[in-house]
């Protein structure tokens, strides 16, 4: 036992001096750029804890209704089950791998029957072996370290992917939420501007019929009020199609969804998003793309590990006989055995395994720092469709209170013969249209104040 001790020690020693580099440790990246969201007015003053990302969902959504929908989604959805079991099987793979330091015990019991002649007679023999074989691979040059570490960036990976599939699903149902809230509005407006074109419409009637009024302008009167109609029935076929894809994400079968009326939402006049290194800690994408260079580095590390030796022990203790007598409790059997193995020429296949392995980790290294760019812009953008809702909320306002005035002057001289039904139409259809055009813009700009919460790391908690 003590030369087998002997012959380990200086091995290692002869040895340790060329491998201290598969030992590193990987360091994450933490450089962001300070103008990563680009130049844009809505950025207030940057300060660390002032971004609206460190909101949870729950307080970023105060609608009950909506809080419960997105609970139920997260919940019931397949996509954030899947992404549960790939965090188990991360965790399965990195439990398994720090067995590794362990040696490996088997156990391989024999038996066998033989037979001699012996005075014209056979004579059965019986042998037998009971050992219990010990392999102890000594993790000398980090090999089993750097597997270590990388399952560990593995499982955080998984981790990451499982926050950025809730951190989609709390986007994509809020926005559709928003969406049925904007449908249902619409719709308010078409149905209440069916009541008043009726109206209109039996007011020319009456025009036509006491000879004050031409047919075609009926005939006009009522393909807009038709035309109305129409658009009651596809803002009715919207929303249920919104309701079943909001029914896909609960898994569940096609059926109404609860909202909240749509009400006097505001887009806010000024927008905090942090400091721009919060990205790193906030969204789950620039953590993956982190994690998988991290896997990528210690693939690198077990690419240069190979080129060392591999240092192991072998042992056999058990019973056994071999006499050909039944012995109780047998013969004990026990021996030990270290060897070393050392790489002298593999084909050529370490060095390439190794240059494989470091254009790979270059490659991903771009991609985490076009990953890091894409965050930028995308909080750029959002933060764009905010100011641009924004000022065109207040165009649209003014647009509606002057044409609502113009209709209602209109229709009033109508009424007493003083304009013509062409009048009355065209403020009627601007009316309309402005009306729906605001409603779409709020939408708009809800739904770009959801995508920059998102942008900025919000909706993983």
Request: charged letters at 20%; hydrophobic letters at 40%.
């Amino acid at each position: 036992m003590k030369r087998i001790i002997i012959f380990i020690v200086v091995s290692v020693l002869c040895l340790s001096f060329t491998g201290c580099g598969i030992y590193n440790k990987y360091t994450s990246q933490t450089n962001v750029s300070s103008d990563i969201y680009g130049t844009t007015e809505d950025v207030t003053a940057a300060q660390a804890d002032s971004s609206i990302a460190k909101l949870s969902w729950r307080e970023f959504f105060t609608d009950p209704l909506l809080q419960q929908l997105i609970d139920s989604v997260l919940a019931r959805n397949t996509d954030v089950k899947s992404a549960r079991i790939a965090v188990e099987q991360a965790q399965i793979s990195l439990r398994a791998t720090k067995l590794g330091y362990l040696p490996s015990l088997t156990l391989a019991p024999s038996v066998g029957v033989n037979s001699y002649l012996n005075q014209g007679s056979l004579v059965p023999t019986v042998t037998y072996s009971l050992p219990l074989q010990i392999d102890w691979n000594l993790d000398i040059f980090a090999v089993n370290t750097n597997q270590k570490r990388k399952a560990q960036a593995v499982l955080k990976q998984a981790e990451a992917r499982e926050q950025l599939v809730k951190a989609n699903l709390v986007s994509a149902v809020a926005q559709q939420y928003c969406m049925l809230q904007l449908l249902d509005r619409q719709l308010e407006i078409l149905l209440f501007t069916d009541s008043l074109w009726n109206a209109s419409l039996e007011t020319q009637r009456a025009l036509w019929e006491n000879g004050k009024a031409y047919s075609t302008a009926v005939n006009q009167m009522e393909s807009s009020y038709l035309n109305v109609k129409t658009q009651i029935v596809d803002m009715k076929r919207s929303i249920r199609s919104v309701e079943n894809a909001i029914c896909q994400l609960l898994a569940v079968a096609p059926q109404h969804v609860e909202r909240s009326r749509w009400n006097s939402f505001e887009l806010p006049q000024r927008l905090s998003t942090g400091v721009p290194a919060q990205l790193l800690e906030n969204r789950p994408d620039i953590q993956i793309a982190d994690y998988v260079l991290e896997e990528a580095f210690y693939n690198t590390q077990a690419a240069r590990a190979a080129f060392y030796p591999k240092i192991s022990l072998q042992g056999v203790l058990g019973w056994g006989n071999n006499s050909g007598i039944i012995a109780n409790p047998g013969t004990l059997l026990m021996n030990a055995l270290a060897s070393l193995v050392q790489p002298v020429f593999a084909l050529g296949k370490l060095k390439a395994n190794l240059k494989i392995s470091k254009l790979s980790q270059e490659d991903i290294t771009q991609q985490y720092v076009q990953t890091v760019i894409n965050a930028g812009n995308q909080v750029n953008e959002a933060l764009a469709d905010c100011q641009a809702a924004r000022e065109k909320d207040v165009y649209y306002k003014r647009q509606i209170q002057v044409l609502q005035d113009a209709y209602d002057g209109t229709h009033e001289l109508m009424d007493n013969g003083r304009a013509s039904y062409l009048e009355v139409l065209s403020a009627q259809e601007g009316l309309l249209g402005a009306q729906l055009s605001e409603a779409t813009n709020l939408y708009n700009g809800s739904r770009a104040l959801i995508a920059l919460y998102i942008a900025l790391g919000g909706g993983a908690k």
